[in-house]
C-alpha cells in the first residue's frame, strides 16, 4: 500500500499557474503508475493525466492538453502537476492516485488505481 498526500492547491484567478506535488511512502512508488483525477461539485470525478514509472508512458484528458504537465521524481517518492493557464472549470478538488496499470488504454482508468490521496482544492477564479 502507497500513503499519498498532495499539496499545493490554493485560490488563483484565470490564466494564473499552480503545481500540485503528491508525495509518497510506503510501498516503493518509483515502480508503479501514478495518476491525478479531479472532482468539481455536483459532478463525478474525472481524469486528468497520468504518467508510469518510468516516464515511458503519459496521458491528458483533452480539456489539459498544453496547459498541465504531469511529471514525478522517483528518488524524491514525489509526484507533479503543473498547472498552467488555468480556467474558473478546472476548479475541483484534485487527487493523486497509484496503481500498477502498464496498458496506456487503462490509464484514465479511476478502478485500476488503487491507493489515494485526500486531495487539495484548487480554485480558479473568473
Known amino acids: 500500500q502507497v500513503q499519498l498526500v498532495e499539496s499545493g492547491g490554493g485560490l488563483v484567478q484565470a490564466g494564473g499557474s499552480l503545481r500540485l506535488s503528491c508525495a509518497a511512502s510506503g510501498r516503493t512508488f518509483s515502480s508503479i503508475t501514478m495518476g491525478w483525477f479531479r472532482q468539481a461539485p455536483g459532478k463525478e470525478r474525472e481524469f486528468v493525466a497520468a504518467i508510469t514509472w518510468s516516464g515511458d508512458m503519459v496521458r491528458y484528458r483533452d480539456s489539459v492538453k498544453g496547459r498541465f504537465t504531469i511529471s514525478r521524481d522517483n528518488a524524491k517518492n514525489t509526484g507533479y502537476l503543473q498547472m498552467n493557464s488555468l480556467k474558473p472549470e478546472d476548479t475541483a478538488v484534485y487527487f493523486c492516485?497509484?496503481?500498477?496499470?502498464?496498458?496506456?488504454?487503462?490509464?484514465?482508468?479511476?478502478?485500476?488505481?488503487?491507493?489515494w490521496g485526500q486531495g487539495t482544492q484548487v480554485t480558479v477564479s473568473s
Open positions: 492516485a497509484t496503481g500498477n496499470i502498464v496498458r496506456y488504454t487503462f490509464l484514465n482508468f479511476d478502478n485500476h488505481y488503487t491507493d
